[in-house]
C-alpha cells in the first residue's frame, strides 16, 4: 500500500515561507480532505510532491520515493492541479492517449475513462471547446488514466455541475474503497464533508491539524439540541432550573447549548412542557473548520494517527 509522506517539508519564495515545517502522512483506503484558508499553502504542497517544485528543505515521498524518480509516473500517481490545461487543438482522446503511450499505458485505458468520467459523447471534440467543467472532467480522466494507487486533487470540484459534483463524491468514495491513497483540497466545507474521512488543515504553511473528521469536529463543535414547544415559558423555566441555555431562535424554535436529546427531553416530559420538535444538532465540518482557522494565532498543532 502507498502513503504521502510529507515530512520537515518547508518552501521558501523570496524569503517567504509558503509552506512551513510541514510533517503529515496521507494513508490509502480513505479520503483526505486538504484544507486551508487561501495562501495556505495546499498548492504548493501539492506541487512539491508531485516533483514539479523543489523544497527549500525536508521531502515529499509517495511510497518513500521522490516523485521524480518513479517510472512511468502515471501508473503510480494521478494528480488534478488547478492550473492544469490540455493542449486546446488536440481531441480530449488524443490528449489522453498521447499521455498513455508516454506511459506505457494501453490506449484502451484512453477510452475506458472517457467512459467513466462521462466524455465519451466529445471524445473527439478540440478541448478548446470544451466548458470549465468538461476540462475538469478530463483533467479527471487523466489523472485516471494509469489506474493509479495515489489520486491527488486539488478543487476537482470546481466548475462542475450539480451533477458533476455527486459523480465526484461516488468516485472518491468509490477510489478510497478500492485501498488507493486520496488527497482532495477543496474550499467546499459541505463537499469535503461529503466525502472526506480524515483532514489535513493547513494555516500560513504550517499544519493546523491531522485528524479523523468526525473528530475534528466533535473536538470543536458543541453538541446541541434543538426543540420546539408551545409552552415556552414552561420550557425556559425547566431548562434555567436544571442550569441549561437556551435561545430561542426568530423561527420559533429553541437551541440548548452542551445538551442531549435524552436528557432535554426526559425534563420537559416530566415538567409537563409540549414538545413539538426535538433534535439533536450534530455540528458541520464549516463550524469547526472556521473555529479553528478563525483562530489562527493559536497554530498548534493537533496530530492523531488513526
Ligand atoms: N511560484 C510562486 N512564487 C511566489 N510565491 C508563491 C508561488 N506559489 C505560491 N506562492 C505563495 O505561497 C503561498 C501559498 O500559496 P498556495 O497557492 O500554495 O496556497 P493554497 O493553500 O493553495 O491557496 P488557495 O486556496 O488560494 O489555492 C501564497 O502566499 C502564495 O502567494
Redo the contacts with the bound molecule.
Sequence with gaps: MTSIDVHALTKE??G?R??DQLTFTVRPGRVTGFL??????????MRLVLGLDRPTSGSATIGGRPYATLREPLRHVGALL?AEAAHGSRTGRDHLRALAVSNRIPQRRADEVLEETGLALVARRRVKTYSLGMRRRLGMAAALLGDPEVVML?EPSNGLDPEGIVWIRGLLRRLAGEGRTILV?S?LMNETASFADHLVV?GR?RLLADTPMREFIDARVRPRVRIRTTDATGLRTVLGRHGYDAVEHEEGHWSVDHARVDDIGRLASGAGVPILELAAEEGTLEQAYLELTGSEAEYTAQRQEA
Excluded at 486551508?36 to 504542497?45: E, L, V, W
Design positions: 519564495y523570496g517567504r509558503a509552506v486551508g484558508p487561501n495562501g495556505a499553502g495546499k498548492s504548493t504542497t488547478d486539488d483540497s474550499h493547513l504553511g
